[in-house]
């Protein structure tokens, strides 16, 4: 990956776990002079990062600060175009409204809108979706795959299983996925996902997947209304994560499933999302606009609509609703 000078010293600074990096090793490696390799650690360290310089051997990382920013994430990434341009905001009102707008100004496919805290952040059906400073992952990905509307509303399972994948491989949680696309660990919510969509009648310009995970609020950093329901990867696990490491590792699955999707179609990530999903053959009520529905969830199909077997022994396919399991 082509990243920026800053960026790569930085990625080496972690990736050295501890072990000085001489200034003319770093010079010599990147092709500049010794004068730029301190003039970049002088603007990392203004960034929070706290760099020691012990005589005759080299600069070590000592801290990192907790940030969500374009060269901490970079310094973790490994994808060929998700993430390779990233708007980073200290606070924003909504990162799905920034992308939004940036899609329609034709940003690029892969671009990663992402900030330490929304001020207004946007859930399913309209509603709020909390977004506390500095302890959660809030982004909008625009993604520009070769596809028809119809087939749009996949992705949305195909982003469910990519974050619950990333999480499974930096935690020791292992979310289960209730249709279509919350995640939930002990029946509780730790990542919501909205996807909105740009198209033409037929051809998506735009699928803009706005991603929301809990991952280090302690319960009082919950309003007091989604307590009961919500959670976060510190409070199941007990242990911090590196949001940025995070970040990364969901990127860079969202690029491989997406991939496979696109070349192979809905089949292995339907099999993967039911290999997650915590829905299928179970009792659950379905709240839709106009009606609400009760029964046993049979199966999703090859489009992601919900099979609801309803008492009468009618099926019905549920498009869009809150499901109460
Ligand atoms: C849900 O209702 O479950 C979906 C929640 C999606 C929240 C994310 S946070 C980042 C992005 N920006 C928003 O305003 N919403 C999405």
């Known amino acids: 990956m082509n990243m920026p000078i800053k960026e790569k010293i930085l990625s080496q600074l972690i990736h050295a776990n501890g072990e000085p990096i001489s200034g003319q090793k770093l010079a010599d490696q990147l092709n500049i002079s010794r004068t730029m390799v301190w003039k970049h650690l002088k603007s990392i360290e203004e960034d929070g990062y706290v760099i020691e310089a012990i005589k005759k051997k080299g600069y070590v990382l000592q801290s990192i600060p907790d940030i969500v920013s374009p060269?901490?994430?970079?310094?973790?990434?490994?994808?060929?175009?998700i993430g390779r341009?990233?708007?980073?905001?200290?606070?924003?009102?909504?990162?799905?409204?920034?992308?939004t707008e940036k899609a329609s100004d034709h940003a690029a496919h892969g671009t990663v809108?992402?900030?330490?805290?929304?001020?207004a952040g946007r859930g399913r059906l309209e509603r709020p979706w909390d977004s506390s400073a500095n302890k959660g992952i809030w982004m909008s990905v625009i993604i520009r795959p070769e596809i028809s509307p119809q087939y749009a509303a996949q992705f949305t399972l195909v982003s469910a299983v990519a974050i619950t994948r990333a999480i499974e491989e930096l935690t020791d949680c292992s979310p289960a996925i209730k249709w279509p696309n919350d995640l939930l660990i002990n029946g509780k919510k730790v990542t919501g996902i909205l996807t909105e969509l740009q198209a033409d009648m037929d051809r998506v310009q735009a699928i803009i997947i706005g991603i929301g995970?809990?991952?280090?609020?302690?319960?009082e950093a919950f309003d007091e209304s989604i307590q009961s329901i919500a959670t976060s990867l510190k409070m199941e696990t007990g242990q911090e994560v590196n949001r940025a490491e995070l970040v990364a590792k969901i990127l860079y699955y969202l690029e491989k499933y997406a991939d496979i999707y696109v070349e192979n179609g809905f089949e292995p990530i339907k099999l993967l999302w039911e290999s997650y999903n915590c829905t299928i053959g179970k009792r659950i009520r379905a709240n839709m606009l106009r009606e609400t529905l009760e029964g046993v969830a049979m199966g999703i199909t090859n489009d992601g609509v919900l099979e609801l077997k309803l008492d009468n022994g009618q099926i019905r396919g549920i498009y869009s609703a809150d499901i109460h399991l």
């Open 71 to 81: 060269e901490r994430i970079s310094s973790y990434l490994d994808t060929k175009s």
């Open 213 to 219: 995970v809990n991952v280090n609020q302690e319960l």
């Open 113 to 119: 809108v992402i900030t330490e805290q929304q001020t």
């Open 85 to 99: 341009n990233i708007f980073y905001y200290p606070v924003c009102e909504s990162t799905q409204t920034i992308a």
